[in-house]
């Protein structure tokens, strides 16, 4: 007999539910576990709603490439790349199929500069296709969300990267490359993540003499034509499949190689004055394409002392950067340039700067207040979400202003200050990365490094940074925070020298030995 109050489980009928509704194409992975019929209702199903679990909702897309022709069916005679979708995206045309699902059109797809015969033999050669099926759906689901700060429906991975992959076979495959290396770097068994990293290997060194090849014949241009705000379509593709490239690496164990990538992303956009064309406004995947690298550049920097980091130039990035959402990424290229500066002016025997950090706490507060404004981006049947959202932009404010301290405040000063912004700083990241519901680890790293280097004499919070830093490393991917957590172990082991010194200090006196980090 049921506890007195407790509320009886019923049944969902499927044939009882409205037949207006909308529909997923595939169950959800809740009822998959437990091995039940999903009703598939949207945006979460009625079957684990009405038992009070928490429904994981259905993968926004499901996006096929397939090549050939079919025999029979509806696409019979068909041989161009199509599309297999449960949400529309921009600009593209889809019609209902007998199976519930959607299939795009052929007579609605615009490709240029495409040949199918072509594709199909560049991606047979290295894959078969349900593992090109397997990799491209893995992608949608679980890699877009990680590269942006707020997944959705305006991802760019989605609406912007994928309808240039179907022009570009070269970016098609950087795409499956990039899921390879995601499913090498989360994945609990060793054999299957062998695996995923043996075609991630073979895709880039077929995507890297493509790039070669391509790269020869632009460099033997005098020039790039831009008009009406427009970048020649070979440009786009390259600067595209370079920072893909890029982000594979960053999940691959060990590996330094986003550094080639990313200078070569440099390149291509220095050799175009790419940073202040202002023809680009109408650009849209051009301009966004210069911000995921610049976005790269940043924070790739904030370990690289032996370079010459211009501040001319960098601090140019804010007028291509559209700062629609992350200011607190400009803030800490800021912060970095100006560190730089006033080091080079005490080396010059200048003598120390004296910094108002009044500057810094109004910056950061405009920066918030920015960020803030997009909690409305979440629905409002989904208040746990708009929670973490919040504590995130929070772990943000308080990281950036730990950093500009530790970077620019005087020893006594930044004491007072951080301290003060230390213990919530670290309450945020311990909540945002243990408990349950919706997760935000792959905005989590700059926040728990920040932490980690005021921890130098808590042996119990090292330990617990080092378990967050793995866990959250486990479910994102992002393998290279893990030279991020190797320099706080050195760190940490140094802080029983005499001479205590700051993280910057310690690493910039070190760089050769320890060599650059990438925390992102």
């Known amino acids: 007999m049921a506890p007195s109050g407790a509320k009886p489980k019923r049944n969902v009928r499927i044939d009882s539910l409205p037949s207006d509704r909308r529909i997923?194409?595939?169950?959800?992975?809740?009822?998959?576990?437990?091995?039940?019929?999903?009703?598939?209702?949207?945006?979460?199903?009625?079957?684990?709603?009405?038992?009070?679990?928490?429904?994981?909702?259905?993968?926004?897309?499901?996006?096929?490439?397939?090549?050939?022709?079919?025999?029979?069916?509806?696409?019979?005679?068909?041989?161009?790349?199509?599309?297999?979708?449960?949400?529309?995206?921009?600009?593209?045309?889809?019609?209902?199929?007998?199976?519930s699902s959607f299939i795009l059109s052929p007579q609605n797809v615009s490709i240029q500069n495409a040949s199918p015969t072509s594709d199909a033999e560049l991606a047979t050669q290295h894959l078969s296709r349900s593992l090109c099926d397997k990799l491209l759906l893995h992608f949608l689901s679980n890699v877009a969300s990680r590269l942006t700060w707020i997944d959705g429906p305006d991802n760019p991975w989605r609406s912007l990267v994928l309808p240039l992959a179907q022009r570009s076979a070269c970016l098609r495959l950087s795409i499956l490359g990039l899921a390879a290396a995601h499913l090498s770097a989360t994945s609990a068994e060793f054999e299957r993540s062998s695996t995923h990293l043996q075609v991630n290997q073979r895709l880039r060194n077929e995507i890297l003499g493509t790039l070669s090849r391509k790269m020869q014949i632009e460099c033997s241009a005098n020039s790039i034509s831009v008009g009406g705000g427009f970048l020649d379509f070979s440009l786009v593709e390259m600067l595209a499949s370079m920072l893909v490239l890029c982000y594979g690496e960053l999940h691959i164990p060990g590996s330094m190689?986003?550094?080639?990538?990313?200078?070569?992303?440099?390149?291509?956009?220095?050799?175009?004055?790419?940073?202040?064309?202002?023809?680009?406004?109408?650009?849209v995947i051009a301009k966004w394409l210069i911000n995921e690298v610049i976005d790269l550049e940043i924070f790739g920097n904030i370990s690289a002392f032996t370079l010459e980091l211009d501040p001319s130039v960098m601090m140019t990035w804010p007028a291509v950067f559209d700062g629609d959402f992350w200011d607190f990424t400009l803030l800490i290229n800021e912060t970095t340039v100006a560190e730089r500066s006033h080091?080079?002016?005490?080396k010059s025997s200048n003598g120390p700067v004296q910094v108002d950090m009044r500057y810094w706490h109004a910056k950061l507060e405009i920066a918030c207040t920015r960020a803030s404004m997009l909690i409305s981006s979440f629905p409002e049947d989904e208040p746990l979400k708009r929670t973490r959202f919040r504590a995130i932009i929070e772990a943000h404010y308080h990281a950036c202003?730990?950093?500009?301290?530790?970077?620019?405040?005087?020893?006594?000063?930044?004491?007072?200050?951080?301290?003060?912004?230390?213990?919530?700083?670290?309450?945020?990241?311990?909540?945002?990365?243990?408990?349950?519901?919706?997760?935000?680890?792959?905005?989590?790293?700059?926040?728990?490094?920040?932490?980690?280097?005021?921890?130098?004499?808590?042996?119990?919070?090292?330990?617990?940074?080092?378990?967050?830093?793995?866990?959250?490393?486990?479910?994102?991917?992002?393998?290279?925070?893990?030279a991020a957590l190797r320099f706080l172990h050195l760190f940490w082991e140094s802080s029983s020298d005499k001479h205590q010194r700051s993280w910057i200090q310690f690493a910039r006196i070190n760089e050769e030995e320890i060599g650059s980090f990438f925390v992102f």
Request: net charge positive; charged share 20%.
């Open 24 to 99: 997923a194409a595939k169950d959800c992975r809740q009822c998959v576990t437990r091995r039940i019929k999903c009703d598939r209702s949207m945006p979460h199903c009625r079957k684990c709603s009405i038992r009070g679990l928490v429904c994981p909702g259905f993968p926004r897309v499901y996006l096929r490439w397939d090549q050939g022709v079919a025999s029979r069916g509806y696409l019979s005679g068909k041989s161009l790349p199509l599309v297999g979708c449960n949400a529309s995206v921009p600009g593209l045309e889809y019609v209902s199929s007998s199976d």
């Open 401 to 482: 202003l730990i950093y500009s301290y530790q970077a620019l405040a005087s020893q006594a000063e930044a004491a007072e200050a951080i301290q003060s912004s230390l213990n919530h700083l670290w309450n945020i990241v311990v909540a945002v990365t243990t408990e349950p519901g919706p997760t935000f680890a792959h905005d989590i790293f700059f926040p728990l490094f920040i932490v980690g280097t005021e921890s130098q004499h808590d042996k119990q919070r090292q330990s617990h940074i080092e378990n967050l830093f793995l866990q959250s490393i486990a479910t994102t991917g992002f393998w290279c925070n893990h």
């Open 343 to 346: 080091y080079a002016l005490l």
């Open 257 to 283: 190689d986003w550094k080639l990538h990313l200078r070569a992303c440099h390149a291509i956009i220095e050799r175009h004055h790419l940073r202040s064309m202002r023809e680009l406004s109408g650009d």
